[in-house]
T-cell receptor, first 113, second 112 residues
Framework: DGGITQSPKYLFRKEGQNVTLSCEQNLNHDAMYWYRQDPGQGLRLIYYSQIVNDFQKGDIAEGYSVSREKKESFPLTVTSAQKNPTAFYLC????????????FGPGTRLLVL | QKEVEQDPGPLSVPEGAIVSLNCTYS??????FMWYRQYSRKGPELLMY????GNKEDGRFTAQVDKSSKYISLFIRDSQPSDSATYLC????????????FGPGTRLSVLP
């Protein structure tokens, strides 16, 4: 059963703490994406990767970091430099980078204690 | 001007009504157009995908693209309470390295 999984579903961060959100896909897709969703603001692109061992900053990359060591995995780290991390984080993947459809995971809700 | 505009709603309709959801855009290079449905606290799911101009129908859903007006629509016939969700439009030019651009979403409530 192919798809995108994200874990955990809920994550709590303390002040000054780095946290890592997991994203795994078994669709054999080349491109993977991280978005942040805030109420009323739609989806904003944080980072994306078109191929293993390569990634690019999106529109709001400050305070975040990623890695792409394996094709199926694209973890996102929310660092202590991100001062307003409370949001719904969505991971997505696309078969290739030529404009075809993009599929989303179930999301991780990050809350600050 | 934002690249993609979408009325955030909320839009409330009675069960059985025809719903019209719309997005306008400014980039004439967009060729691929998508509609996603997102239930509360869930990831968006792909509903409709259209390439270039024209209509596409899938069950109760019809997607329309008018590239000359830079306007796309999603119609829902015989709307059901289970259609209550946020609907996001998305589009892409399709060139290598070109990412998707999303509208902010329209929140729809179908009242029984």
């Amino acid at each position: 059963d192919g798809g995108i999984t994200q874990s955990p579903k809920y994550l709590f961060r303390k002040e000054g703490q780095n946290v890592t959100l997991s994203c795994e896909q078994n669709l054999n897709h080349d491109a993977m994406y991280w978005y942040r969703q805030d109420p009323g603001q739609g989806l904003r692109l944080i980072y994306y990767s078109q191929i293993v061992n390569d990634f690019q900053k999106g529109d709001i990359a400050e305070g975040y970091s990623v890695s792409r060591e394996k094709k199926e995995s694209f973890p996102l780290t929310v660092t202590s430099a991100q001062k307003n991390p409370t949001a719904f984080y969505l991971c997505a993947s696309r078969q290739d980078n030529t404009g075809k459809t993009q599929y989303f995971g179930p999301g991780t809700r990050l809350l600050v204690l | 001007q934002k690249e993609v505009e979408q009325d955030p709603g909320p839009l409330s309709v009675p069960e059985g009504a025809i719903v019209s959801l719309n997005c306008t855009y400014s980039n004439s290079a967009f060729q691929y157009f998508m509609w996603y449905r997102q239930y509360s606290r869930k990831g968006p799911e792909l509903l409709m995908y259209t390439y270039s101009s024209g209509n596409k129908e899938d069950g109760r859903f019809t997607a329309q693209v008018d590239k000359s007006s830079k306007y796309i629509s999603l119609f829902i016939r015989d709307s059901q309470p289970s259609d209550s969700a946020t609907y996001l439009c998305a589009m892409s030019a399709g060139n290598y390295g070109q990412n998707f651009v999303f509208g902010p979403g329209t929140r729809l409530s179908v009242l029984p």
